[in-house]
């Protein structure tokens, strides 16, 4: 290969990385521009969850509420936090703790669901 033919691949190359890598910067701005709410559930539990009208972008902390006015289910009294899955598979939130907001974690209406969880 002569070297104009491989001065042009390593040009087309470096194009073809620099719109990849251009398209990629767009969706993480994009995520990061999206806004998300936090709900709470009280799980296997009853009561009122506490509520949150704010909204929140990736990446920012937030204070979880407290499980105040929640009641556990039979044999499990005591509220021990929140998680992101209704399992306590997800991320867990100590009561009062930080949670970071994540994408992922939210469905697709941009809601995030935390859950208490009872021991």
Do not use: H
Request: charged letters at 20%.
């Amino acid at each position: 290969m002569g070297k104009t033919k491989l001065r042009i691949v390593i040009v087309a190359l470096l194009v073809a990385v620099a719109l990849i890598t251009a398209g990629c910067e767009k969706a993480t701005d994009a995520e990061e521009a999206k806004k998300f709410t936090i709900t709470y559930s009280a799980g296997t539990g009853t009561g009122t969850p506490p509520t949150d009208d704010t909204e929140y972008s990736v990446g920012e902390e937030v204070t979880a509420k407290a499980g105040t006015g929640l009641t556990g289910p039979s044999g499990m009294t005591t509220f021990t936090g929140w998680n992101t899955k209704a399992d306590g598979t997800g991320t867990s939130v100590s009561a009062s703790g930080t949670y970071k907001v994540v994408a992922s974690d939210a469905d697709a209406t941009g809601v995030i669901t935390l859950y208490a969880q009872w021991s």
